[in-house]
């Protein structure tokens, strides 16, 4: 019913910038937080930023001040600016979407598939 699907990933150097974005579709109602995760080889997956629907914003101490989570709600696109990457910024990135669906008064939380992201030293 709710996809989302990530885009933007890539390779780029230590110092850097990237721009992920999110992009859901389907039987959307509405949307209400909205959050990037990451996950690097061998660890456990780590919340980066959190968007609610009003645009308040939360982020993981190792990114405040490097990234800025943003949304478009007219587009239901997400966003992750990061600048200043680091090599341990590496992982799969991943966002998810608290979506309240036409067909339902429920709200339903909904995973992207990932994007790479590989910073190099």
């Known amino acids: 019913q709710v996809q989302l699907v990530e885009s933007g990933g890539g390779l780029v150097q230590a110092g850097g910038s990237l721009r992920v974005s999110c992009a859901a579709s389907?039987?959307?109602?509405?949307?209400?937080?909205m959050r990037w995760y990451r996950q690097a080889p061998g660890k456990q997956r780590e919340l980066v930023a959190t968007?609610?629907?009003?645009?308040?914003?939360n982020y993981a101490d190792s990114v405040k001040g490097r990234f800025t989570i943003s949304r478009d709600n007219a587009k239901n696109t997400l966003y992750l600016q990061m600048n200043s990457l680091k090599p341990e910024d590496t992982a799969v990135y991943y966002c998810n979407a608290d979506v309240r669906t036409t067909t339902s008064n429920y709200v339903f939380r909904y995973w992207g598939q990932g994007t790479q992201v590989t910073v190099s030293s």
């Open positions: 968007i609610a629907s009003d645009g308040s914003t």
């Open positions: 389907g039987s959307i109602f509405s949307i209400n937080a």
